[in-house]
Nanobody, 122 residues
Framework: VQLVESGGGSVQAGGSLRLSCTAS????????MAWFRQAPGKKREGVAA??????YYSDTVKGRFTISQDKAKNTIDLEMNGLRLEDTAMYYC???????????????????WGQGTQVTVS
């Protein structure tokens, strides 16, 4: 499986961006799909995940970000509103078969990653 992210860019604080991740195979329908981010000098952290009919969000983005999936297009999106300076990071898409029906956005649980797309908030 290959994952390709798009939609990153520069935005002012308080603004919005929408990231997309396209999978090369039909995995969105059955796999866990997640968004992670990594700021310079910091560890990669989970942002949101979707799968098995559930969505998960980190506390730092809950209420501001929304993850969604389009099974027909094999894509997942991350709608980001109310962006803050601390949201600046490289954002990565990842996928993995679900474990026990859960799809938490935990870095160690995912083995397939995209190349990332940069989000800069100023």
């Amino acid at each position: 499986v290959q994952l390709v992210e798009s939609g990153g860019g520069s935005v002012q604080a308080g603004g919005s961006l929408r990231l997309s991740c396209t999978a090369s195979e039909n995995v969105v329908r059955t796999y866990c799909m997640a968004w992670f981010r990594q700021a310079p000098g910091k560890k990669r952290e989970g942002v949101a995940a979707i799968g098995s009919g559930k969505t998960y969000y980190s506390d730092t983005v809950k209420g501001r970000f929304t993850i969604s999936q389009d099974k027909a297009k094999n894509t997942i999106d991350l709608e980001m509103n109310g962006l803050r300076l601390e949201d600046t990071a490289m954002y990565y898409c990842a996928s993995e078969p679900p474990s026990d029906g859960y799809c938490f956005p935990v870095v160690s649980a995912y083995t397939v990653w995209g190349q990332g797309t940069q989000v800069t908030v100023s």
